[in-house]
């Protein structure tokens, strides 16, 4: 059984169509880039995976099933935009996610805040915003979850932040997991994806496995890209 499957997916917003037919299947034990210039579509679908927005048409499957509450206690999200409340402490978000999620793995958290040299009794607000990247990444990464989906995870943070992300995100997830990763930063990611989906007004134009799109282009993955969506 897939991990996750899209069928004939479609999303209109106020009679303006932002999805077309959007079939897609996620095996376990991948990272996946879904890669595409911004405003093409990638967040609407991973909130529509994520049970946040509702398809216009079109079926949703994870592990099997109908996307639901099932589904969202093992579908770790990383938002686009930070979630965290600032006015906690490190300790006090580490309470509520431990709270809040079944799956949460404490120690581990634990364990990755430490070797950032970071004291828990910190305040959130009083991070900087890479440091608050890499402390949402690591709370996203610590659920024992079987589809980690992360939205723009390099966005806005320095070089030295973004190899600490992907870092994080390739030791972080075990082989019965995959990992979505949507992004428009191709350069810093491709590295470690394993299959690539092209997104492109609404549709899925190029789904492949990275290995054999670099050989059969002879090209990375980010000229690829860079050719196809070329302005």
């Known amino acids: ?21 959007i079939n897609l299947t996620i095996p376990r034990g991948k990272i996946i880039g879904l ?5 093409t579509g990638k967040t609407t679908l991973i909130k529509l995976i994520n049970d946040l927005l509702t398809p216009t048409s079109g079926e949703i499957l994870v592990n099997g099933k109908n ?3 099932e589904s969202k206690k093992i579908i770790s999200y990383l938002p686009e935009r930070t979630y965290l409340d600032k006015s906690m402490t490190i300790k006090q978000t580490l309470a509520y996610f431990t709270d809040f999620y079944d799956n949460f793995d404490t120690q581990k ?7 950032l040299d970071l ?8 991070m900087s915003k890479g440091m608050q990247e890499k402390l949402q990444l690591i709370l996203v990464m610590s659920r024992n979850a079987s589809l980690y989906i992360l939205d723009e995870p390099l966005g806005g943070v320095d070089p030295a932040t973004r190899d600490y992300i ?10 019965d997991a995959s990992v979505i990763i949507s992004t428009h930063l191709i350069s810093d ?3 470690i994806l394993d299959e690539v989906i092209f997104i492109d007004k609404g549709s899925i ?6 290995d054999e799109l670099r050989e059969k282009e002879n090209s990375s993955i980010d000229e690829i890209f860079r050719r196809r969506f070329k302005c």
């Open 67 to 69: 996307i639901g509450v």
């Open 189 to 191: 990611i491709e590295r």
């Open 205 to 210: 134009v190029l789904s492949s496995s990275a």
């Open 109 to 115: 958290a634990k364990r990755l805040i430490k070797d």
């Open 119 to 126: 004291d828990i009794d910190t305040k959130i607000s009083k």
């Open 35 to 39: 890669l595409g210039k911004n405003g």
């Open 166 to 175: 992907l870092d994080t995100i390739l030791n972080n997830f075990s082989e």
């Open 1 to 21: 059984m897939e991990l996750l499957e899209c069928k004939n997916i479609y999303k209109d917003y106020d009679k303006k169509q932002v999805l077309k037919d």
